[in-house]
Structures are given as structure tokens and as C-alpha cells.
């Protein structure tokens, strides 16, 4: 392998190790490259579940977006759990990264799954934001991908209080301080 295309370890902004490439930002040409073997990759488990889905591709801050919606009412929700989002994405990069040789950093949404989550979370932080506010000195979010505490960080930001990641591997989690 050249060092053109040799993953690498890197220290995300919030602290998070997660292998990248040695190029850093994809082009819009390798992000719309994923997001064309993505939407390839759903489509076909689309078909092999019998479900209806609309495919939309769309790249913005060094990632490609792929979402999944249906205007009827198909069994598409099954697959909007959290976890199986999480799964089919993992899965969904794994083939991306089969074909392209590069390391994807792909967000994949089915039926809104990913607006559901932010909602939740933004819950759980305003929950402890509250625990804060009576008096606590700070407040744990329970252990969640580092896209999701990047998703935590922001909201935490816009509420005014600070968070940082703590943790290893799966027990990786955000705490919540005073600004």
C-alpha cells in the first residue's frame, strides 16, 4: 500500500482516536464516489427485504450523507432502530471502503432515525444540565459512538456548558461541566 492511501491513527476534535486517511479531507469526487456505492449497497438490501425506499446522497463537511425515506407506510421503520442504523452503517462503510480502498466516514439515516436521535439526546442533555444546575458539579452521558458525542458537544455548546469525552473504546462517554 502507498503512503498515498496508508490509514492512519488521528485524534478527533473531541479527543476521539479513529483511523483516517493520510489524504485528510475526501474530494467531493470520492465523497460522491461513497455515496454512489452506499446508495448501490441499500438499494440492493432494499430489494433483498422487499422494502420501498427513496435514496437521497448528499455531502457536506468531509462526509457523505445517505438517506432513506419512504412515502408510504412500509415496514422501512424496522429498520430505523438505532442500533440497526448503526449496524447497516458500519456495514454500509465496510462496503464503501471494500470498493474504494479508503477509509469512509459515511452517515447513513433511514426514515429520519438520525433527527430521532438528536432529539433524544438533546434530552439527555438537558436532563443533565439540570442535574448541574441544582448543584452538581458535573453530569455523565451514558458510553455513545463519537459521532453521536460530536452530536453531544455541539448541543452541550449551544446550551452554554462545556463537555468533553471520557473513556476507552466502548465505555467512551460525554461529561458535562459549567462553562
Avoid at 422494502?51 to 422501512?76: F, H, K, P
Avoid at 448503526?86 to 469512509?104: C, D, H, P, W, Y
Avoid at 442535574?131 to 452554554?160: C, F, N, Q, T, W
Amino acid at each position: 500500500m502507498s503512503d498515498a492511501t496508508s490509514t492512519e491513527v488521528a485524534e478527533t476534535a473531541t479527543g476521539d482516536t479513529e483511523a483516517t486517511e493520510s489524504t485528510d479531507v475526501p474530494t467531493p469526487g470520492q465523497l460522491e464516489e461513497e455515496g454512489e456505492i452506499a446508495a448501490d449497497y441499500i438499494e440492493e438490501l432494499l430489494d433483498i427485504t422487499d422494502l420501498d425506499g427513496d435514496i437521497e446522497i448528499d455531502a457536506r463537511g468531509g462526509r457523505a450523507y445517505l438517506s432513506v425515506t419512504s412515502s408510504e407506510d412500509t415496514n422501512l421503520r424496522l429498520l430505523s432502530r438505532p442500533d440497526t442504523v448503526n449496524a447497516l452503517q458500519e456495514l454500509t462503510r465496510i462496503a464503501v471502503q471494500t470498493k474504494t480502498g479508503s477509509f469512509s466516514r459515511l452517515i447513513l439515516d433511514i426514515g429520519g432515525s438520525r433527527e430521532a436521535r438528536v432529539a433524544e439526546l438533546a434530552v439527555l442533555v438537558d436532563k443533565a444540565v439540570e442535574r448541574i444546575e441544582a448543584g452538581a458539579e458535573s453530569a455523565a452521558l451514558p458510553p455513545m459512538s463519537s459521532y453521536e458525542r460530536k452530536l453531544v458537544h455541539d448541543i452541550v455548546a449551544d446550551r452554554g456548558f462545556s463537555s468533553a469525552s471520557e473513556g476507552e473504546g466502548r465505555d467512551r462517554h460525554t461529561v458535562i461541566t459549567h462553562a
